[in-house]
T-cell receptor, first 112, second 115 residues
């Protein structure tokens, strides 16, 4: 979960298409994962979370997939809308820990 | 429901001045986290409190930074003296209990510019 900074990876999708945002996490002992959405000028907003004893969880228009074998997390957004434009962060928490470790973020832009 | 409230939203001050950032967590939440966000380093945890007690301050950059939580509804992050490299957006987040298996709720941050 080390941050890189300066240039965020960017994903551009057409309005109405599905978006998939990927995240590789670092700690194999992490057992709780969260996706946050951050709009310009605002704080990170909770989207969905998943525990390590699950491999998939669905919310409203969003699905999180967890692959512990390759330490990979993804966020799927169905029927992407202009309001989905934001930076999306994954975060992991080590077993028994309170601290979240954030990924670098991915900027999602929506083409009309 | 009132979320996490931070003040001020923006702060511009000259190098060397003292800066105090304030946070009111969500009522009933008893863990509070201070983060700093920059383009270079992303979102970094500075310090967190459980039941008003500092638990881990290993992310605090140096002695110029200090944080307090005098009661369950208020916390401050102070920088004295401030330096241009402290310019960043500072976020506060809170959570109920010790936060296991629960998401942290963030405020909208304080954008700090040190000239």
């Amino acid at each position: 979960g080390e941050s890189v900074g300066l240039h965020l990876p960017t994903l551009s999708v057409q309005e109405g298409d599905n978006s998939i945002i990927n995240c590789a996490y670092s700690n194999s002992a992490s057992d709780y994962f969260i996706w946050y959405k951050q709009e310009s000028g605002k704080g990170p907003q909770f989207i969905i979370d998943i525990r390590s004893n699950m491999d998939k969880r669905q919310g409203q228009r969003v699905t999180v997939l967890l692959n512990k074998t390759v330490k990979h997390l993804s966020l799927q957004i169905a029927a992407t809308q202009p309001g989905d434009s934001a930076v999306y962060f994954c975060a992991e928490r080590g077993q028994g820990a309170q601290k979240l470790v954030f990924g670098q973020g991915t900027r999602l832009t929506i083409n009309p | 429901d009132a979320g996490v409230i931070q003040s001020p939203r923006h702060e511009v001050t000259e190098m060397g001045q003292e800066v105090t950032l304030r946070c009111k967590p969500i009522s009933g939440h008893n863990s509070l986290f201070w983060y700093r966000q920059t383009m270079m380093r992303g979102l970094e945890l500075l310090i967190y409190f459980n039941n008003n007690v500092p638990i881990d301050d290993s992310g605090m950059p140096e002695d110029r930074f200090s944080a307090k939580m005098p009661n369950a509804s208020f916390s401050t992050l102070k920088i004295q003296p401030s330096e241009p490299r402290d310019s960043a957006v500072y976020f506060c987040a809170s959570i109920s209990g010790t936060g296991y298996d629960q998401p942290q709720h963030f405020g909208d941050g304080t954008r700090l510019s040190i000239l």
